[in-house]
C-alpha cells in the first residue's frame, strides 16, 4: 500500500516512522522538508491512502477530498463536525468510492485494553456495576503554548474522546447521557480538567486532565463476580493489568496479576489493523458519529457553566 503522510507534527513523524516503506510521500504547508505543501499537489496516481495528522479544523475538508478520489484515509482522533450530517457524509462518500475512513484511537490495541474487553466479555465479571478511569498527562503547559490547542473545550475532545471511545470497545454503547460535574481552566484558557460521567448500565465516571505531572492512566471496572483494573499505559509502562475475584460474603480476593515492560506496541498494530481494513473493507464512522455528539453535549455543558 502506497502511503502519504499529512501533517508532520508529532503524530505525524510517528505515523510515517511506522509506515515505513509504504510511505511515499509528505504533505505540510511549513515544516521544512516535507514534499508537498498542499494535499492537491500530491499526484493522486502516487499514493492509494492518506494519514491525516493535521489539527482538527482542517480535517472535514482534506477528508472529503481524499475519499471523492478514492483514497483510504487513516485520520488521528477526534473527528468533530459542527453537524453530524456532515460525518454522515464522510460516511456515505466512503461507501460509494469503496474506500475506508478510518478514525485512529490506538489505546484499542493497548494489550491490558484487549485483556479488559475479554474479561467483561468473557463473564468473568458478571454484570458490571461501575468503570471508573483517569487520563492524565502533564502537557498543559504545551497546549496553552500551541496557536490552535488551548481553545474551545480544551482536554475534552483531546483525552475525553479516548475514556468514550473506549468504554464503546468494552461495552459496545454508550446508553445514557453524559453529565459535567466540574470544569477547570486551572493554568489555560481552555479547559485543562473535566470530571464527567453518565448513571447508565454500568455507570461510567471520568476524569482527564492537563495537569497530571506525571503522566498517567488507571482503570476500575466492578462486577458483581469481582473487578479487574489497569495501572498506566505501555507507552508510560510499566502497565500493569490485575484481575480479583470476589470471595463470598466478603474477604481479601484472590487476583491474578500481569505486568508489561517494554516499548509501545499500539501504533504498528493499529497501522497494520488499518492495512486489514484497506484490503478487506471497513471503518468507524459510526462510533465518530457517536462521539461526536457526546462531545459536543458535553461540551455545550461545560462552557454554559462559565
Known amino acids: 500500500m502506497r502511503a502519504i503522510v499529512a501533517g508532520l507534527g508529532i503524530q505525524g513523524r510517528k505515523r510515517l516512522a511506522i509506515a515505513?516503506?509504504?510511505?511515499?510521500?509528505?504533505?505540510?504547508?511549513?515544516v521544512?522538508?516535507?514534499d508537498f505543501r498542499r494535499l492537491e499537489?500530491?499526484?493522486?496516481?502516487?499514493?492509494?491512502?492518506?494519514?491525516?495528522?493535521?489539527?482538527?479544523?482542517?480535517?472535514?475538508e482534506l477528508l472529503m477530498y481524499l475519499l471523492e478520489n478514492g483514497k483510504h484515509v487513516l485520520v488521528e482522533k477526534p473527528l468533530?463536525?459542527?453537524?453530524?450530517?456532515?460525518l454522515e457524509r464522510l460516511r456515505a462518500t466512503a461507501e460509494r468510492r469503496g474506500v475506508v475512513c478510518y478514525t485512529a484511537y490506538n489505546h484499542r490495541f493497548e494489550p491490558h485494553f484487549v485483556?479488559?474487553?475479554?474479561?467483561?466479555?468473557?463473564?468473568a465479571l458478571g454484570a458490571v456495576y461501575l468503570c471508573r478511569m483517569f487520563y492524565g498527562n502533564?502537557?498543559?503547559?504545551?497546549?496553552?503554548?500551541?496557536p490552535w490547542r488551548d481553545r474551545g473545550a480544551g482536554v475534552l475532545p483531546d483525552l475525553g474522546s479516548h475514556l468514550l471511545d473506549t468504554a464503546i470497545f468494552w461495552f459496545g454503547r454508550l446508553g445514557s447521557a453524559f453529565e459535567v460535574w466540574s470544569a477547570d481552566r486551572f493554568e489555560n484558557r481552555a479547559f485543562d480538567h473535566l470530571a464527567f460521567g453518565a448513571r447508565g448500565t454500568p455507570v461510567l465516571e471520568m476524569e482527564i486532565s492537563l495537569l497530571?505531572?506525571?503522566?498517567?492512566?488507571?482503570?476500575d471496572v466492578y462486577g458483581e463476580r469481582g473487578s479487574a483494573h489497569i495501572e498506566s499505559l505501555c507507552k508510560w509502562g510499566p502497565s500493569t493489568f490485575i484481575r480479583r475475584m470476589r470471595v463470598f460474603p466478603s474477604g481479601r480476593p484472590p487476583e491474578e496479576s500481569v505486568t508489561l515492560v517494554g516499548t509501545d506496541p499500539t501504533w504498528a498494530a493499529e497501522y497494520e489493523h488499518f492495512q486489514q481494513l484497506c484490503a478487506n473493507g471497513g471503518g468507524n464512522t459510526a462510533t465518530d458519529i457517536t462521539l461526536n455528539d457526546v462531545l459536543k453535549d458535553l461540551a455545550r455543558q461545560a462552557l454554559g457553566r462559565r
Open 41 to 60: 499537489d500530491v499526484p493522486l496516481t502516487r499514493y492509494d491512502a492518506a494519514l491525516v495528522c493535521t489539527p482538527d479544523e482542517a480535517k472535514i
Open 32 to 34: 521544512p522538508g516535507a
Open 138 to 146: 502533564g502537557t498543559a503547559r504545551d497546549v496553552r503554548n500551541s
Open 115 to 123: 485483556r479488559m474487553k475479554q474479561a467483561i466479555e468473557s463473564g
Open 20 to 30: 515505513g516503506a509504504d510511505a511515499v510521500s509528505t504533505v505540510d504547508p511549513i
Open 212 to 219: 497530571s505531572w506525571r503522566n498517567h492512566f488507571t482503570c
Open 80 to 86: 468533530l463536525a459542527d453537524e453530524t450530517a456532515t
